[in-house]
């Protein structure tokens, strides 16, 4: 959620690339969509292995980000079928045997958000009531041949 902005106009828009071009003229940016009907909530599913291990939905009354690290509230979801297939496809194209997937609820199903290499995973235990770092040795061993 840090360094992440949302421009509702032209003029924050150029508000922003005036302050982040003012800090670092060779700054590297990537715009995304702003989907209207995931405002303050998406989906953080957690792959390892190929395999969905968990899945929390995340949400913010207060912002559009909800990461749990920024005081997003989590809770369980159901993960649907679509959102599994995404989630593992994404992971598997970026050949991460470990991933946090984000998804975005859209009118149509789901988008993918990000992919995180190194996803934190505090409030997926916290939902689940497993330990996931337990899941990803596990994975890691198994992998290695230990």
């Known amino acids: 959620g840090t360094g992440i902005y949302l421009c509702d106009s032209e003029e924050k828009f150029v ?13 590297n940016i990537i715009l995304q969509e702003f989907i209207k009907e995931s405002h303050g909530q998406d989906l953080r599913v957690f792959v390892v292995g190929h395999k ?3 899945c929390m939905h995340r ?3 207060s912002s559009f980000k909800s990461n749990f690290s920024r005081g997003g509230e989590v809770k369980f979801f159901k993960l649907t079928p679509e959102a599994e297939w995404l989630s593992t496809e994404a ?3 970026l050949d991460l045997d ?3 997937v984000d998804l975005l ?9 990000e992919v995180n ?3 934190g995973f505090i409030g997926l235990e916290k939902v689940m009531g497993k330990i996931i770092a337990e ?8 992998k290695i041949g230990a």
Do not use: H, R, T
Not at 15 to 27: F, G, T
Not at 135 to 142: A, E, H, R, S, V
């Open 98 to 100: 470990i991933a946090g």
């Open 59 to 61: 949400s913010s009354k």
């Open 91 to 93: 992971a598997s194209l």
């Open 105 to 113: 609820f859209d009118k149509d199903g789901f988008k993918v958000c």
């Open 15 to 27: 508000d922003v690339m005036e302050l982040v071009y003012s800090n670092n003229s060779n700054a």
């Open 52 to 54: 969905v291990i968990g």
């Open 117 to 119: 290499s190194a996803p």
């Open 135 to 142: 899941q990803i040795i596990d994975y890691i061993l198994l």
